[in-house]
């Protein structure tokens, strides 16, 4: 029976084999071109990911072998050397990246996968290859859809990745969200997913929080699993919303891409 630590490694391996399918074609051209990621070129998304591909597998290796994990100094230093490559670098630098950290992973073996404990440097302790994984993928999977979306505007996150990655979502609402948008005016609403389904209420007001699903919601807002992801993150403009995402009540569709700011 897989674990959600088995299942991650799987949904990484699969977006990085579908990503890597089309990176592997584009040229100079191509990497130019606006990504789905605001300001950021298809390369830059390339470089981001690359980037953070290197320094997870430096974090990843540090736990495994219970080496000190890397210092403040670490991530800049990679950060500044993937800047400064040019964008036929970026692809080929995150093509083998990315798959240096994914076999990484499924290196692991199943007792490692249960037990091991990383320090990501960013959270207040150390996580399990799950949690570490899950992050890995939620960054990962919307940016796979920022490169694929500037060469298909009816690019979906992959469907592997969806379930394993809405279970993150209230977390992160602090970071991707803009609630000065609704301050002044609360409201909560009840949010219907399907593919998978999933029920729950959305409270917009000082700041944005899931809640349980209120029984007098002021609106409703009904939409595909993947389609919320992409709207938690800021990646559901009215040109990539797909049919079946409606908003109705207090809080328009509009109202909300404005509270969720997206990464």
């Known amino acids: 029976m897989s674990t959600p630590a088995d299942?991650?490694?799987?949904a990484l391996r699969a977006g990085h084999e579908e990503l890597a399918a089309l990176v592997r074609d584009l040229k100079e051209d191509d990497l130019l071109r606006p990504s789905g990621a605001s300001e950021w070129q298809v390369s830059q998304v390339l470089s981001h990911l690359g980037s953070g591909a290197e320094i997870g597998l430096a974090t990843l290796e540090?736990?495994?072998?219970?080496?000190?994990?890397?210092?403040a100094d670490?991530?800049?230093?990679?950060?500044?050397?993937?800047?400064?490559?040019?964008?036929?670098?970026?692809?080929a630098g995150f093509l083998a990246a990315n798959?240096?950290?994914v076999e990484a992973y499924e290196s692991l073996d199943a007792e490692t996968r249960a037990?091991?404990?990383?320090?990501?440097?960013?959270l207040p302790a150390p996580v399990d290859v799950a949690t570490a994984g899950r992050l890995r993928l939620n960054e990962f999977a919307l940016h796979q859809w920022d490169v694929e979306v500037a060469f298909n505007p009816f690019a979906a996150v992959t469907p592997e990745a969806v379930p394993l990655?809405?279970?993150?979502v209230g977390g992160m609402?602090?970071?991707v969200s803009r609630p000065q948008e609704r301050a002044d005016r609360q409201a909560t609403v009840l949010v219907r997913l399907h593919a998978p389904e999933r029920t729950f209420g959305l409270r917009l007001g000082e700041k944005v929080e899931l809640v349980d699903a209120p029984e007098q919601p002021d609106g409703e807002l009904v939409a595909p699993a993947e389609a919320w992801l992409r709207l938690a993150f800021g990646r559901l403009g009215p040109a990539h919303?797909?049919?079946?995402?409606?908003?109705?009540?207090?809080?328009?569709?509009?109202?909300?891409?404005?509270?969720?700011?997206?990464?």
């Open 241 to 263: 919303t797909p049919e079946g995402v409606r908003a109705t009540g207090a809080v328009s569709l509009d109202e909300l891409r404005r509270v969720f700011a997206g990464f």
């Open 62 to 71: 540090a736990a495994r072998t219970g080496a000190p994990a890397p210092d």
């Open 165 to 168: 990655l809405l279970d993150l």
């Open 7 to 10: 299942q991650i490694i799987t």
């Open 115 to 122: 037990s091991l404990q990383i320090d990501l440097g960013f």
């Open 173 to 175: 609402l602090g970071w």
């Open 74 to 91: 670490f991530n800049p230093g990679v950060w500044a050397r993937w800047d400064a490559m040019a964008p036929a670098e970026h692809a």
């Open 99 to 101: 798959e240096r950290l």
